[in-house]
T-cell receptor, first 109, second 116 residues
Framework: TQLLEQSPQFLSIQEGENLTVYCNSS?????LQWYRQEPGEGPVLLVT?????EVKKLKRLTFQFGDARKDSSLHITAAQPGDTGLYLC?????????FGAGTRLTVKP | KAGVTQTPRYLIKTRGQQVTLSCSPI?????VSWYQQTPGQGLQFLFE???????NKGNFPGRFSGRQFSNSRSEMNVSTLELGDSALYLC???????????????FGPGTRLTVL
């Protein structure tokens, strides 16, 4: 059983559509990170959220940390083919980090 | 600042052999973690080294080992390779001092290991 559950596992949409992916846990985290990974490469850090209820925006991407610091969401507006990749969330507690299994997003032109 | 570097990028070995992978963290980062990534299992934590000491360990057999040098560079070794060890091996570094709460990790490009 994954400590962090990500949903959906796979998502295929058309360019221009909006989407939201989720990262849920029963554990409280001191911080949560979102990464995007392209095939054959390492994950690239997108954002870190640390405060319950925090919302961060990165161009068309909006990240939210749940009030209880147990869950997070990533919303993409007007998705583009360049957004295609594996989106991973990672939760940190003390000096320990755990990753979700990821959401594989495909944006078709 | 240079990112995390891993060598080699690609490696082909046969069953029973051993392999050593290398990771150079971002300058100033003292923690190095290793992960195995496969399509079926996702990103699995192997171990973390901090100041030359193994601080955390995942659920992998003893064939997987690692070490960290005084300059924070790290190596991982896999002995008696099995077909199932074929994977992308990722290294990540962070500052992660005592009481660190941000835990941001920065990944290298990975080493793609193929075991034949």
């Amino acid at each position: 059983t994954q400590l962090l559950e990500q949903s959906p596992q796979f998502l295929s949409i058309q360019e221009g559509e909006n989407l939201t992916v989720y990262c849920n846990s029963s554990s409280v985290f001191s911080s949560l990170q979102w990464y995007r990974q392209e095939p054959g490469e390492g994950p690239v850090l997108l954002v870190t959220v640390v405060t319950g209820g925090e919302v961060k925006k990165l161009k068309r991407l909006t990240f939210q940390f749940g009030d209880a610091r147990k869950d997070s969401s990533l919303h993409i507006t007007a998705a583009q083919p360049g957004d295609t990749g594996l989106y991973l969330c990672a939760g940190g507690r003390n000096n320990d980090m755990r990753f979700g299994a990821g959401t594989r997003l495909t944006v078709k032109p | 600042k240079a990112g995390v570097t891993q060598t080699p990028r690609y490696l082909i070995k046969t069953r029973g052999q051993q392999v050593t992978l290398s990771c150079s963290p971002i300058s100033g980062h003292r923690s190095v973690s290793w992960y195995q990534q496969t399509p079926g299992q996702g990103l699995q934590f192997l171990f973390e080294y901090f100041s030359e000491t193994q601080r955390n360990k995942g659920n992998f057999p003893g064939r997987f080992s690692g070490r960290q040098f005084s300059n924070s560079r790290s190596e991982m070794n896999v002995s008696t390779l099995e077909l199932g060890d074929s994977a992308l091996y990722l290294c990540a570094s962070r500052t992660a001092g005592a009481g660190s709460s941000y835990n941001e990790q920065f990944f290298g490009p990975g080493t793609r290991l193929t075991v034949l």
